[in-house]
């Protein structure tokens, strides 16, 4: 039986916002991030936003996010920032929870949310373990050798990794303590920079999120998106591609061998 295609993502809103960065969404990933980013694009007019679901398609995107973490100088790190999120309004998710203080120093005027998770710590370990982390595993690794887009993917989680593990002493950015060790980080550097932080999730609805960005409260409801099981589902489906993509390489390998071989048997007049 045929695995199910994931649902085709609607177009992204192009990346052509002309000033600097209005919002920070400072959470976590699986912290309602798909969600902000429907409500600043589509709901509140804010603009275009910085997601994870932008990146892996992107190899150079990727590459972007791979250099800045890796790099150590301020100076550099924030050259390649600034590149990475030109022509975004606002970000939600990766990769911005990975460098806020940056952004909350090069966008000073930049509205800050720190998204959480109802469930709190523990559910969001649970969460991360099946819907991120499986892109760190061999099974992922190993199948999607062969793709460009999944390689920059895992190549950028590794040094996320590494950053979690300097930053919060932690083995895995799925840890169940990074959740409550990344958000008492966000708000010490709000504090010191003396930035107000709105702490907010799905069930406040729209009210305390549009009060603070200056925003009518739409007539519709609060947008829902990005479920574990749609996750659980991407993942299955990008393993089962590169699963494709080897075996299309062993055939062109097959292929090249058994004509070649025919080929310099014709040369020699053998056949």
């Not at 590459?63 to 550099?76: G, N, S």
């Not at 990005?226 to 591609?241: F, G, H, P, Q, T």
Request: aromatic share 12%; glycine share 6%; proline share 7%.
């Amino acid at each position: 039986m045929a695995r199910a295609l994931p649902p085709t993502p609607k177009p992204q809103t192009p990346m052509d916002f002309p000033g600097p960065l209005q919002v920070i969404a400072a959470g976590l990933p699986r912290c309602a991030t798909s969600t902000l980013k429907e409500v600043f694009e589509d709901h509140l007019s804010i603009g275009p936003t910085m997601h994870m679901n932008r990146c892996p398609p992107q190899p150079a995107t990727m590459k972007l996010v791979h250099d800045a973490l890796r790099e150590q100088d301020t100076t550099k790190r924030r050259t390649i920032l600034y590149k990475l999120f030109q022509g975004c309004a606002a970000t939600a998710d990766f990769p911005g929870h990975l460098f806020i203080e940056d952004l909350v120093e090069m966008y000073p005027d930049a509205k800050v949310i720190l998204n959480v998770r109802k469930g709190g710590a523990t559910d969001w370990g649970s969460s991360m373990k099946t819907t991120i982390a499986p892109f760190m595993s061999w099974s992922y690794r190993v199948a999607c050798y062969w793709s460009v887009p999944d390689w920059w993917h895992y190549q950028t989680e590794r040094a996320w990794e590494e950053d979690v593990r300097e930053r919060f002493g932690v083995g895995h950015f799925w840890d169940s303590a990074v959740y409550d060790m990344h958000n008492e980080w966000v708000k010490r550097i709000c504090r010191e920079h003396g930035r107000e932080v709105l702490l907010w999730e799905p069930g406040m609805g729209w009210e305390e999120l549009c009060g603070f960005l200056d925003r009518e409260v739409p007539v519709v409801p609060l947008p829902r998106n990005n479920d574990r099981k749609k996750m659980e589902d991407v993942v299955k489906w990008r393993i089962a591609l590169g699963w494709k993509l080897w075996a299309r390489k062993a055939a062109i390998t097959v292929l090249a061998t058994v004509f070649g071989s025919w080929g310099l048997k014709r040369i020699s007049g053998l056949v």
